[in-house]
């Protein structure tokens, strides 16, 4: 099941809202329903688990959730029942479809590993079958989230995943032909940035806010483009992760308050803040700066994923540039202490835990600075106090709650990093 009550370990009929699905933030519903696609950071933290302590039983327990899904949630078309947009639902035993029911990823790279070994024909059809369905121009790469054939919001996070899956099937076939339609959806994106910035706007196709600004989502599209460079052997994605990032960094600082900016506006560079808005509604803003404990999805806000595309670059590249924001990254963090309280519901997320954790142990890593994994070990014990209760992981610290969207799989993954002193194996997912 999505969520579960910590206390009882089964889902949390009494909780208020619970039926409706909507909860203090990530409007992913999934009453009385199980979603695989936002439990793949647990997945890979199950196979993990049992690959570290040698006990089998975590990674069977997530080999009989995916075989089950394989044999239940794939539609006529071959796509799967999954994303932002479709759950499983356990009180009819049917896939449910809401908010027009699409298809979509984003912002979790899908384990294709596991699936490809349940079933290698069904994965691949799902991969072949959903990046056509999400093009609406496949000679230029133009692509929507949403699996529609429509021109409608081409968010690069959408982009980069639909790209690196394309480039993980290429691994296991060698059909050229995905390399090269996911190396044009990569530059669709690319394409869209400002000549004179370099800023990548975060949907190429909208009519919206978020066409005139870059976040730092722009590093979580990055991340899988260097991934799509591994994966593929074809380093012009590399390239282009780069340029993304390289923008950001270079307008993205802001010196005074030692943070991010959340947002800038591609034309020239400048910060978008509360007292100077791009016209029009408000919607899934970042604020003023790039917030690590930002729960709200979808707001376009991924300071830790773009800290972890950072070390990435500086791994490959060694440049200067990415030595700095990683340095300015960890020191942000000390600007931002863990919310501890549960105002608004909200607290530390399990996910955003994760993440953070997940940078600091990969910037030791790479860099050889102990400093990193110390605050990393103090940020797990923050996560163990906060979120640890009754056995396990709640998702947040507003409710004794596990619920799927609230990314206990990262937090698990990360911990696994910290104790182990090995990267843990993503199967696909990328992290």
Request: net charge neutral.
């Amino acid at each position: 099941m999505a969520s579960l009550d910590l206390e009882t370990k089964s889902y949390p009929e009494s909780q208020p809202m619970a039926r409706a699905g909507r909860r203090v933030y990530r409007d992913i519903a999934s009453p009385f329903g199980s979603s695989i696609y936002w439990d793949i950071p647990q997945l890979a933290a199950a196979w993990n688990a049992s690959k570290l302590s040698g006990k089998p039983r975590y990674g069977e327990a997530a080999d009989r959730y995916v075989a089950a899904f394989l044999a239940r949630g794939v539609d006529d078309n071959g796509v799967w029942e999954w994303g932002n947009h479709r759950y499983y639902d356990a009180d009819n035993d049917k896939p449910a479809h809401f908010a027009g029911g699409v298809h979509e990823m984003r912002p979790i790279p899908p384990c294709w590993q596991i699936f490809w070994k349940h079933d290698a024909r069904v994965t691949e059809r799902e991969i072949r079958e959903s990046a056509k369905r999400h093009l609406f121009d496949a000679a230029e790469g133009g692509f929507n989230r949403h699996d529609d054939s429509k021109r409608g919001h081409a968010f690069i996070e959408s982009g980069g995943i639909l790209a690196e899956s394309l480039c993980w099937l290429y691994g296991q076939r060698k059909d050229a032909s995905l390399a090269d339609l996911a190396l044009r959806m990569a530059a669709f994106s690319h394409r869209h940035r400002n000549a004179k910035t370099g800023l990548i706007e975060n949907d190429a196709t909208s009519t919206r806010w978020d066409k005139l600004v870059s976040t730092t989502e722009v590093g979580l599209w990055a991340g899988s483009l260097l991934r799509c460079a591994d994966l593929s052997g074809r380093e012009e994605f590399a390239r282009m992760a780069g340029d993304g990032v390289s923008a950001y960094l270079r307008y993205g600082w802001d010196r005074e308050r030692r943070r991010y900016y959340g947002q800038l506006r591609v034309a020239d560079g400048t910060p978008v803040l509360k007292d100077n808005p791009i016209p029009g509604p408000e919607e899934y803003w970042p604020g003023n700066h790039a917030d690590i404990w930002n729960a709200n999805f979808p707001a376009h806000d991924y300071p830790m994923a773009m800290a972890d595309t950072c070390v990435a670059l500086y791994r490959r590249t060694k440049a200067s540039q990415y030595g700095e924001a990683i340095e300015r990254f960890a020191a942000a963090m000390d600007e931002q202490p863990v919310p501890r309280t549960a105002k608004d519901g909200r607290g530390g997320y399990a996910e955003l835990f994760g993440r953070a954790i997940h940078f600091l142990l990969h910037a030791a890593a790479v860099t050889g600075q102990a400093r990193y994994r110390k605050k990393a070990e103090g940020l797990a014990a923050e996560a163990r106090q906060i979120l640890y209760v009754d056995g396990m992981f709640r998702g947040h610290a507003g409710e004794d709650r596990y619920d799927a969207v609230d990314g206990v799989g990262y937090l698990l993954l990360a911990l696994l990093w910290l104790d182990s002193g090995r990267r843990p194996e993503g199967y696909g997912f990328g992290f």
